[in-house]
């Protein structure tokens, strides 16, 4: 328990800085507010911190300095299961700075220099678990100053200690976590020192200790508000799909299945035991087993995918379904080879499927509000292997009306890195994208709106606020592009809770708190707008 003295001395440190850490109690609950998502609220998120830059700094370097300290944030809210829309907190407004200039004093009370000191108040969108919903605060904390320097003191006091978190040292901010007990004890005792130091000050609200010049850690409240809300149900733009997009008379879905495992030179990793492979089969057993008509009609590089050569013995006549039995099920294999043949034909299949591009279609029959019936053609382009280079990307965004990725996200900075694109890459048709990888609200969410003309009104983005699970993600996926192409057009909520279970060990609440963004404005009603897809 603090003691009375402490409790003094804090309020009298908070007195002095203002509202940087606002008790909870007297916040107002946020209100509940209606997002399409199963399992996340929106909310509108602020906090308030402090950064000293040199007196002469100029507004890029403050502007940098408080980036630096709010980035630190990211870790801190995560931990606590929230997610903010903005990448990496870089949303702070200089229209909120407070430029104070501040004498740092030495241990016998001497001018030591001046500083700055810029408060600011840092405000974004947020994304929190149903089940918080009635928090209107969340004490947290900042790191403060150059932390990356004290990355290891970081580590030891405000991380579990993990060796992935050891491996964290260049990016501390991503594990920094403020809640732990260990955390918590490190900034009371600093913060202790601060206000003990403080008393002494004769001129308190102009000057500051050495000690608060090279502290480590800020305590910090984030406040919690709603949004307003929208109450309709929402549905994605079935009209425009199914009319055509990206190409006339197609409805075209990329499927982008990524690597999960780190292969190197010292511990390889074969593409058929990559636990991706493993999951884009699974997406493809739900789709097939809906869809029996798809065939594979285009390989990019070109390939026979029908026929293989195992120990001089041909396999010909093969399909996807194939693939799907013998890795899945254990089904189906050619009978003249041998266990031994059908490892070395399970990798072969693997192999060929690595970094190609597949074409799996199948001719449909559209009716759209009472029109005449059309030919209109299914196109599944598939690709297994995604990693870090941009091209697969730049081609299933290009070349999609919904673009689906599993894999992983690389702290925001791989592949899918909005700043790797232009508007030149994203065609002005209706899109829907649905990236399942970690973070990828944080990360791959509202910055693509801007390469589209109209931005929201063409495109929808499903994205995860949390870290994605991945054993299930790939039937999950199966399950949302069966649903899509149903012709029952199901609402977003529906979507979200079909790719989210399976009715036994996936459960919606497992779907990383995924979230709907650029919805809203989607004018498609199934009441309005009926439509028949006659599957063959």
């Not at 405000?123 to 928090?135: G, L, Q, Y």
Request: hydrophobic share 40%; charged share 20%.
């Amino acid at each position: 328990m603090k003691s009375r003295l402490f409790r003094a001395l804090s309020c009298t440190l908070v007195a002095l800085f203002g509202a940087l850490a606002v008790p909870a109690c007297v916040v107002e609950q946020a209100k509940e507010q209606d997002l399409t998502s199963l399992t996340a609220r929106e909310r509108l998120l602020t906090f308030e911190g402090y950064v000293y830059v040199h007196p002469d700094a100029s507004d890029h370097e403050i502007l940098a300095a408080v980036h630096h300290q709010t980035r630190s944030a990211f870790g801190a809210l995560l931990t606590q299961n929230i997610a903010v829309g903005t990448r990496e907190l870089a949303a702070a407004n200089p229209q909120s700075f407070a430029k104070e200039a501040v004498e740092v004093l030495g241990p016998q009370g001497e001018v030591v220099y001046e500083t700055l000191r810029v408060r600011y108040r840092y405000d974004d969108r947020a994304v929190i678990p149903k089940s918080m919903s009635h928090r209107g605060a969340i004490p947290l904390g900042l790191l403060h100053g150059d932390y990356p320097l004290q990355a290891a003191r970081v580590i030891a006091e405000c991380s579990a200690n993990t060796k992935e978190e050891l491996e964290m040292l260049d990016d501390v901010w991503y594990v920094f976590n403020p809640s732990l007990p260990s955390c918590r004890k490190a900034m009371d005792l600093e913060q202790r020192a601060i206000a003990t130091q403080r008393l002494g000050l004769s001129q308190p609200e102009s000057q500051i200790v050495e000690t608060e010049l090279d502290r480590l850690y800020i305590p910090m409240t984030a406040r919690l508000s709603s949004p307003p809300s929208s109450r309709k149900t929402l549905y994605p733009e079935y009209d425009r799909l199914f009319r055509g997009g990206v190409q006339p008379g197609k409805l075209v879905i990329s499927l982008l299945a990524g690597l999960i495992d780190h292969s190197t030179p010292k511990h390889p990793v074969h593409p058929a035991d990559d636990p991706g492979y493993y999951e884009m089969l699974d997406t493809m057993n739900v789709v097939i087993e809906a869809h029996p008509a798809l065939k594979i009609t285009n390989t990019d590089p070109p390939t026979d995918l029908s026929t293989f050569q195992v120990n001089g013995k041909s396999v010909t006549g093969l399909r996807f379904v194939d693939f799907v039995n013998f890795e899945l099920y254990d089904y189906g294999w050619p009978a003249q080879l041998s266990s031994s043949e059908r490892a070395i034909l399970r990798k072969l299949i693997a192999e060929r499927l690595k970094d190609r591009w597949v074409t799996l279609e199948e001719q449909v029959e559209v009716s759209i509000d009472g029109g005449p019936v059309k030919a209109h053609t299914i196109s599944l382009q598939l690709h297994f292997g995604a990693d870090e280079a941009i091209g697969p990307y730049r081609r299933a965004i290009r070349e999609s009306d919904v673009f689906l990725y599993n894999g992983h996200s690389y702290i925001g900075e791989g592949p899918l890195d909005p700043a790797n694109y232009t508007a030149a890459d994203f065609p002005q048709s209706y899109q829907l994208f649905f990236i399942d990888s970690c973070l990828s609200f944080n990360y791959y969410n509202s910055d693509y709106f801007s390469f589209k003309q109209r931005g929201t009104k063409d495109l929808d983005v499903i994205t995860n606020a949390l870290e994605s699970f991945s054993d299930g993600a790939g039937a999950g996926q199966g399950r949302f592009i069966v649903s899509l192409l149903s012709g029952s057009q199901p609402s977003y909520l529906e979507l979200l809770e079909v790719a989210g279970t399976d009715g036994s060990s996936y459960a919606w609440g497992r779907d990383a708190l995924r979230v709907v963004d650029g919805e809203l404005d989607n004018e498609y009603t199934p009441s309005k707008t009926p439509i028949e897809v006659i599957s063959p």
